[in-house]
Nanobody
Framework: VQLQASGGGLVQPGGSLGLSCAAS????????VGWFRQAPGKEREGVSC????????YYADFVKGRFAISRDTAKNTVYLQMNNLEPEDTAVYYC??????????????????????WGQGTLVTVSS
């Protein structure tokens, strides 16, 4: 059981970048998978989450209108398209199984009773 993230890199402000997260050992149609990020000196925060059965999408307020999560169930892969990137988006991005709060904020799963899987991080740097 694992998630393999890829696609990070250096991009100029206003540019775009796409991330991929390939799941193995489980189906993304059975477990919600999403994206998180951690900037230097800050706590990890939820970016986006896609529900398992219906593929409903959830976004943090700070990426709404700029980022888009999608999936290819045949490839068992979740994607994050990031547009209009800002220097504040610089962080290590992780994919992982996820959930969401009552107001739609993406959240990490915490606790032994949950199916918690994390991918390795991929660095996204937004700089001129």
């Amino acid at each position: 059981v694992q998630l393999q993230a890829s696609g990070g890199g250096l991009v100029q402000p206003g540019g775009s970048l796409g991330l991929s997260c390939a799941a193995s050992g489980f189906s993304i149609e059975n477990f919600a998978v999403g994206w998180f990020r951690q900037a230097p000196g800050k706590e990890r925060e939820g970016v986006s989450c896609m529900s398992a059965t219906l593929g409903t999408t959830y976004y943090a307020d700070f990426v709404k209108g700029r980022f888009a999560i999608s999936r290819d169930t045949a490839k068992n892969t979740v994607y994050l398209q990031m547009n209009n990137l800002e220097p504040e988006d610089t962080a290590v991005y992780y994919c992982g199984t996820c959930t969401y709060s009552s107001d739609g904020t993406p959240m990490a799963l915490v606790g032994d009773e949950y199916f918690v899987v994390w991918g390795q991080g991929t660095l996204v740097t937004v700089s001129s």
